[in-house]
């Protein structure tokens, strides 16, 4: 009995099984990428001065008058049950809340200058 043990045993160790389906190729890793650098912007000396961004922001006041109409106009238009109407009611609010911030820091030009002046 010992001896059948041994030889299934020893048949069992050196049978040969199907080889597998599928085999993962040997890693090789890629090769090195020359990756372009960053470009160095030249940035300007000083920051930007309030009378600077604030010149910005009146140029851009005629541009949010229009975009402030034209999505009046589209939350009036568009039905409650559209699925849009939330995104036109944000932007809406968007641009009056830049609109307010323009003029309550036109505000406090005004009353800075007139502090100023005193």
């Known amino acids: 009995m010992r001896a059948a043990l041994v ?13 597998p389906r599928y085999r993962r190729p040997a890693r090789v890793p890629p090769a090195p990428v020359a990756r ?13 001065t309030a009378e600077q961004v604030m010149a910005v922001e009146l140029t ?6 229009a975009q402030t109409k034209l999505l009046g106009k589209l939350v009036r ?14 932007r809406l609010a ?3 809340a830049r609109q307010s911030r323009l003029f309550r820091l036109q505000a406090i030009g005004l009353e800075l200058s007139a502090n100023h002046h005193d």
């Open 77 to 90: 238009d568009t039905p409650d049950s559209d699925p849009d109407k939330p995104e036109y009611l944000f």
């Open 60 to 65: 851009t006041e005629p541009i949010r008058d």
């Open 94 to 96: 968007e641009t009056f």
């Open 36 to 48: 372009p650098r960053p470009s160095k912007r030249a940035l300007p000396d000083a920051p930007a």
């Open 7 to 19: 030889v299934i045993l020893l048949v069992a160790g050196t049978s040969y099984a199907d080889p």
